[in-house]
């Protein structure tokens, strides 16, 4: 919940605190969790659930922060909220009523104003005229319901707050989850210049690009490390690396400081290049989100992005080198988008796994409001879903949310889809879960399957009729949690190995190595129920003549039909695969509790010891195996090369001593 730490409204409770008010800020996921975990949930809705927290808190301003995602959810809170205190003022800010103001007013009575904007300089003005009783119709940033005619108005906007170093800091004080945070969300500045058509917070931000001074960065960093003793960084901005200059100054600010902090960031690809990468990876930069968006340099130009998209690929190729993970953001579902710019978006995806560092995601276009998109489409909106793919997080959409949505496209239009004439959408959306789950369940086959077909699109339809033709549907609704689920890896391994090896594949030793070790790697679990006597992992323990090595639980031993790791040398290169010779080798699995599995190609004599290594021979036995089959190796005696074998593989976790 941590990561969820809402900056914009901390800020504004540190400028209310500042001027000796006392806010307090209800976290609405944490409620939202509550409610799953101690309610009866067919008993008592979320909003009377939330409603009630509210109760008992007696405020003159109830203020809540909006996304477009659960702008619904939102307003029925506040609902509840206005029920409870008709005396309060119920107020909007944030990027979704922002944009929706008017109408927003309009439709819902019970919400008194929205606040347009950055709010820091309008708040305090707003709430001071509030308490004094004076008229609101001065104050810039605001829309408003004028209490003599119901009118609603809506002032001139806010000026931004150019020097953001003289904000206070954010009252993380007031949300005590934070410091459960993995990466401590940090304002690092606001504002981009570009104007993607598909972009809200360009606009939001007004196009002006600011930036928090290094220094005062660094004090902020200091001051979170010092308080919660956490020294990772979500450093918040649409897009930080506008000015090359400034990017340098805060690595080398940081790299100064000699303090060790890690962070992450947002970036164009264009705005970057290997040398600044490898300085920023100097400085801490663990993290970058690339938004990327499409893999087709058409639609790159229709909808103004204008990425060079070799030089996107180089980018998240620099990343990796400089070991910086990269979120490969792609969208899909644009109007204009045909089958060949999907292939290419699709491509885009799958190309981006040779790298161990990059985390593809594709989500479909949902037309935010006020945005390019938006407008030119907002005669044409499709409600074609009750899970509209903003509010894509495995929960369905209450009725009441429902209605509102469908009563109301112009407020809530993100939750629509904009027609999409060259494409099904039904395909696209099964396609996006097909690439999602896939590259999650078996990112190395996803990516093979990619390089031997030539695009993983022709993959998937194959798929799609291999499914259909032996019996696997679903319905629309059911594909999400069918694809979410293991039975669809378990599918898809059969139609690679029962299809498409024989029918398709013009690689079938290299993609049936694959295919094996996927396969090894999802059985995994499996595989380590299953009971072993107990194996001590203490590599420090000597190794006697009566010791009886063991392979450790969670090792497992695989035979594939080609050297795996010269397959994942040409899948990094994009060599072909065709002609990899057939050469059995073996590879040894260990699972580890906390992250990936580790995976090594043994060597030969490691695989005969390995093999060796089932709890009832000793050492010494061991050892005798390896005389009388008279292994060397360089002239080193059999005895000696078991010994310092067994010691290796022991050093790589793979045995302990039964
Ligand atoms: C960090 C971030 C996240 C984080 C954390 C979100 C969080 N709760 O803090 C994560 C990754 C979880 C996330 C998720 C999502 N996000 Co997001 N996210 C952002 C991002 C990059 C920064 C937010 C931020 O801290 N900004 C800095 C602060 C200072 O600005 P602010 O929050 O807008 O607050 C200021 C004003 O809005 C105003 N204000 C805000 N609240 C209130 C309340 C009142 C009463 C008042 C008076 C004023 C006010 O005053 C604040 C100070 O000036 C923004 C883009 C951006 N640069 O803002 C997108 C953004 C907010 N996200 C967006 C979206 C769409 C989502 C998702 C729906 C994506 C998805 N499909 O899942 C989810 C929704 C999750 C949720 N329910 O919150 C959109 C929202 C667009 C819209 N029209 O609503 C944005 C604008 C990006 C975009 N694509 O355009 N997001
Ligand atoms: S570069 Fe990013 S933040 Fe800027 S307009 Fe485009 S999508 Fe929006």
Redesign the pocket.
Known sequence: MG???????L??AAVLEARGLQPEVVDLNRVYYEWRQNSNQNETDFCSFAGACFAGRHFDFF???T????YPLTLRIAAEVKRLHPESVV??????A??VDISTLRAYPFIDLV?R????QT?PELVDALAAGSSLEAIPGITFRRNEDGEIVRGPDAPLVLDLDALPFPAFHLFPDVRFCRHF?L?LGRGCPFACTF???ND?FRRRFRLKTPAHMIAEMRRVKQTYGINSFEL?H?MFTVDRKRVEAFCEALLESREEFYWGCSARTDCVDEELIALMARAGCRGIFFGIETGSSRMQKIIDKGLALNDSAERVRSCDKFKINTAVSLMAGFPEETMDDLRDTAGFFVDSLRHDHADPQL?ILAP??DTPIQKQQKDSLVLDDDVAD?S??GWRQEPQDHAMIAGHPEIFSSFYSVPTPYLEREFLKELRDFLLNGQRAFRRLLLGLHQDSCNIVDVFQQWQQWRTDNGVYFSSGDRTVYYAQSGFAADFFQFVRLHYIPAASRAPVAITALLEYETALHGRDHESDIQQEKVTDDHEELLFPDSRPQLLPGVNVIKLPADYQEIIRRLRQRSPLHDIPEGPVKLAIRRTATGPAEVRQLSPLSAELLGLCEGSLTVEEIAAQFRQNKIEVSGIPADKLCLAGLEILRQQRLIGLA
């Open positions: 990561e969820l730490a809402p900056v914009g409204i800020s504004l203020g809540f922060s996304v477009c995602s659960s107020v909007l800010g944030g990027p979704q922002s944009v606040v904007g950055e709010a820091e708040l969300p304002e972009c809200s917070t939001f918040v649409d989500s935010l409001a903003m894509y997080r």
